[in-house]
């Protein structure tokens, strides 16, 4: 039996015991013991993504919010120009970062349930010279739409502009192969698809596009230049450590290593997708994306109660079997959401099925 409550949410999720076991250890921050397993956790990050010898890891202290700041402060200047193609909440929140930063931007905005259109990017693209930059989120967790990332990889690449991705919701459960997909810049976090504990973004990024970024960012502690160097002089953090962090995300790589990678982990996120969104609209429950564009990641349902019910009811009585879900965060649309991701397993999604018919019935 899985633990209580079970995290159905874009995250923080659920975990395993053995990861919440790896931190029961102290670490010293600055002996060779917890050098060794930060790096051995930068070159498992590395190794998943398949990234080749040009390419580093850099991990940081903090949420995923930090690191698009940091990609940000770091990746771009006042020159610079860059393109945001935005379907929802974490696409604005990086014109916000950019915004604060005083770096100019340009939004590119899509439907909230429809998927960035890579003839609409290239038009706008070639009819848009000035640009330097093109940022987009892979999987919106927003709704759980699906971006097209190869695609729009290909045409970045070919316009020859540097390209960064959000894939905080999508590293780890879904394929990305930096061997033929042309990522300059990705950033991602421990407590999503990786199933480690919060508190630890990581960049992965071309080592020539950081070496020429020296000097750019307007934050000491987020800049993704130096944090790099000290990686590379002294193997060390330049800060407090997040220790227990860092030990239970080299716990977490191992067990993705073991579910067969992260083509395995894949699969079981898309086996629980199925069995949720199979389950919710035979009682009932419509979804807001099409098939063809939602990712097993997280799934948003229209909020299609009965008359004296609620999602605050809806929710709290989910709480009380165990289950954590998430509200809706559309502008237009009553919804709520639920996530397939975590330390979840077919038996507990056919669980939370059988649980929402008994308290919706
Ligand atoms: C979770 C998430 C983030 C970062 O959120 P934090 O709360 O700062 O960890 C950014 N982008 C996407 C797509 C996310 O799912």
Redo the contacts with the bound molecule.
């Keep these: 039996m899985s633990e209580k409550p079970l995290l159905l949410t874009?995250?923080p999720l659920s975990t395993s015991k053995n990861v919440k076991h790896s931190m029961l250890n102290d670490w010293g921050s600055r002996d060779p013991a917890f050098t060794v397993l930060t790096k051995n956790v930068r070159n498992n990050l590395l190794k998943i993504s398949k990234a080749p010898e040009s390419y580093t890891c850099v991990p940081f202290q903090?949420?995923?919010?930090?690191?698009?700041e940091a990609a940000f402060s770091t990746f771009t200047s006042p020159s610079s120009k860059v393109l945001v193609l935005t379907n929802?909440a974490?696409g604005k929140?990086a014109c916000t970062i950019l915004a604060l930063l005083r770096r100019p931007y340009i939004e590119l905005e899509f439907k909230e349930n429809e998927a960035v259109d890579p003839i609409i990017v290239e038009n706008f693209i070639s009819k848009n010279s000035d640009l330097s930059h093109v940022f987009m989120?892979?999987?919106?967790?927003?709704t759980g739409i699906l971006n097209p990332l190869i695609s729009i990889s290909n045409l970045v690449k070919s316009a020859n502009l540097v390209f960064i991705v959000?894939?905080?919701?999508?590293f780890g459960g879904i394929p990305i192969d930096f061997s033929f997909t042309n990522i300059d810049v990705l950033?991602s976090?421990s407590?999503?698809c990786l199933e480690g504990v919060?508190g630890i973004?990581f960049v992965l990024a071309q080592k020539s596009l950081i070496k020429k970024s020296i000097g750019n960012s307007q934050s000491l502690s987020l800049d993704i230049s130096s944090q790099w160097s000290e990686f590379e002089t002294s193997g060390q953090w330049r800060f407090t450590p997040p220790t227990h962090v860092v030990a239970a995300l080299n716990e977490a790589l191992n067990e993705l290593d073991k579910e067969g990678g992260v083509a395995g982990r894949f699969a079981r996120y898309q086996d629980n997708c199925n069995i949720l969104v199979n389950g919710m609209r035979k009682l009932g429950f419509r979804t807001l994306l099409h098939d063809n564009i939602q990712a097993p990641?997280i799934v948003t349902f229209y909020d299609d109660f009965k008359p004296n019910y609620s999602f605050k009811n809806f929710y709290s009585d989910l709480q009380k079997h165990g289950f954590t879900i998430y509200p809706g965060k559309l502008t237009n649309n009553m919804t709520f959401r639920v996530g397939c991701i975590g330390n979840i397993q077919r038996k507990d999604m056919h669980m939370f099925v059988s649980t929402v018919e008994k308290i919706t019935k």
Excluded: L
Excluded at 137 to 142: D, I, S
Excluded at 166 to 170: L, R, T, Y
């Design positions: 874009p995250g903090g949420s995923g919010t930090y690191g698009i929802g974490y929140r989120v892979h999987c919106e967790t927003t959000d894939a905080m919701s999508s950033i976090s407590n999503k919060p973004f990641i």
